[in-house]
């Protein structure tokens, strides 16, 4: 059973950083792709950024192009979400989720497991 937990939100004024991360438990030696996906009030979850375990390829949605950068850690199982020039509207629950299959790991229901999230809060 692979688990996820998110840390490191929290509030910031517009055009600030933070830093998330995610650390996962379990079967991460056939994960085949870690990803950021974040909620806001009222709208649907939505695809962030996503990295392939093996190569390290990454992945933006347009929004957070730039702006936003996911790496990992092989070493200590864990990937993370560096956020810069943040705005209001990136103010959302943000969550981590794994995937054990193939594929484009662009859509929520490409992943298996998932974290709790954790609250980003962007002031203006």
């Known amino acids: 059973q692979v688990q996820l937990v998110e840390s490191g939100g929290g509030l910031v004024q517009a055009g600030g950083s933070l830093r998330l991360s995610c650390a996962p438990s379990?079967?991460?030696?056939?994960?085949?792709?870690m990803g950021w996906f974040r909620q806001a009030p009222g709208k649907e979850r939505e695809f962030v950024a996503r990295?392939?375990?093996?190569?390290?390829?990454?992945y933006y949605a347009d929004s957070v192009q730039g702006r936003f950068t996911i790496s990992k850690d092989n070493a200590k199982n864990t990937v993370y979400l560096q956020m810069n020039s943040l705005k209001p509207e990136d103010t959302a629950v943000y969550y981590c989720?794994?995937?054990?299959?193939?594929?484009?790991?662009?859509?929520?229901?490409?992943?298996?497991?998932w974290g709790q999230g954790t609250q980003v809060t962007v002031s203006s």
């Open positions: 989720a794994g995937s054990l299959r193939v594929g484009s790991y662009l859509r929520a229901s490409d992943y298996d497991y």
């Open positions: 990295i392939r375990w093996r190569t390290g390829l990454t």
């Open positions: 379990g079967l991460t030696s056939i994960t085949n792709a």
